[in-house]
């Protein structure tokens, strides 16, 4: 297996545009999860999800993030309109069910807005 | 979730061993101990966990204090490679299935 797959790997916008960011999970894995990295925060869980359903999405900053699975092999994370502020880097992660099994994280997109 | 104490930063001298330290003194009965590492410019790695017993695994050691208030990640020899943030997480798989990252140590191997 490729390992999780997250596209594009960089990202330039302007200010007030709409972004996709898309992720690839690890086949048969059924725990995704979404993680922001900032200097300032570090790295932050933002949503997860279990068999393409969203499990806790407190860490969602605000009403204009929203993550979407439609399928086991496919997630999104969409932000419109994106700010400054939301520049980062953004991992997505995937798991199997088990106890202890490991999280496999993307490469990461990095996000500039401008 | 129980809170996690790293230093912020640790040197090595390459092909010496590293013993990384992580307080967690309010950890609970239920809680592993995991760590993961992030290499640069990548997203974190899986390195070990444990819950009671010391565990030893192809990438590192596990040393686990009698009373689970502290623990140790262990290199053997630190290569070049080895340079990244070293994360220590405590996790109650029965509780949550995410990982909350803290703020890790900074691990500089100097060849």
């Known amino acids: 297996d490729a390992g999780v797959i997250q596209s594009p790997r960089h990202e330039v916008t302007e200010m007030g545009q709409e972004v996709t960011l898309r992720c690839k999970p690890i086949s048969g894995h059924d725990y995704l999860f979404w993680y922001r990295q900032t200097m300032m925060r570090g790295l932050e869980l933002l949503i997860y999800?279990?068999?393409?359903?969203?499990?806790?999405d407190s860490g969602m900053p605000e009403d204009r993030f929203s993550a979407k699975m439609p399928n086991a092999s496919f997630s999104t994370l969409k932000i419109q309109p994106s700010e400054p502020r939301d520049s980062a880097v953004y991992f997505c992660a995937s798991s199997l069910t088990g106890v202890n099994t490991e999280a496999f994280f993307g490469q990461g997109t990095r996000l500039t807005v401008v | 979730d129980a809170k996690t104490t790293q230093p912020n930063s640790m040197e090595s001298n390459e092909e010496e061993p590293v013993h990384l330290p992580c307080n967690h003194s309010?950890?609970?009965?239920?809680?592993?101990i995991h760590w993961y590492r992030q290499l640069p410019s990548q997203g974190p790695e899986y390195v070990i966990h444990?819950?009671?017993s010391n565990v030893n695994n192809r990438m590192a050691s596990l040393a686990i204090a009698e009373d689970r208030k502290s623990s140790t990640l262990i290199l053997h020899r630190a290569t070049l490679r080895d340079a990244a943030v070293y994360y220590c997480?405590?996790?109650?798989?029965?509780?949550?299935?995410?990982?909350?990252f803290g703020s890790g140590t900074q691990l500089t191997v100097l060849p």
């Open positions: 999800f279990n068999n393409n359903v969203p499990i806790d």
């Open positions: 309010t950890i609970s009965g239920t809680d592993y």
């Open positions: 997480i405590l996790r109650d798989p029965r509780a949550a299935r995410q990982l909350t």
């Open positions: 444990g819950l009671t």
